[in-house]
């Protein structure tokens, strides 16, 4: 049930419930200013991540010095043994950890933002 009587401009006047969704459609699309770019979201995740890439990188190289001075292993060895070890477990959990995270968001968005 459409109502008529658009005033001046001779158009059909919208309903009350066509201005609810409209208003509605205005009130939850996202601006573009706050949208987000790719790059903008990357630069947040690497900015994120750097404090814990960086304390993974001070605990690689005292393993690397524990084991340079325990078993007499170079460092360089140590280093490589240890990429290895990081592939190998990602390589492992990358199944069970796409399920996870797909299961449980939040605990991603908390790691990024």
Avoid: N
């Amino acid at each position: 049930a459409e109502r008529r009587g658009g005033g001046a401009t001779g158009k059909p006047s919208e309903s009350a419930e066509q201005a609810t969704l409209r208003r509605a459609e205005l009130m939850f699309r996202p601006s573009l200013a706050r949208t987000l770019k790719p790059a903008t979201l990357f630069l947040l995740a690497a900015g994120a991540a750097l404090p814990m890439i960086a304390t993974i990188l001070r605990r690689a190289a005292l393993i690397a010095r524990v084991a340079r001075r325990t078993v007499g292993l170079p460092e360089v060895v140590a280093y490589l043994v240890m990429a290895v070890v990081v592939g190998w477990a990602i390589c492992v959990a990358h199944r069970d950890l796409r399920d996870f995270m797909s299961m449980r968001p939040q605990i991603v968005s908390t790691a990024v933002l």
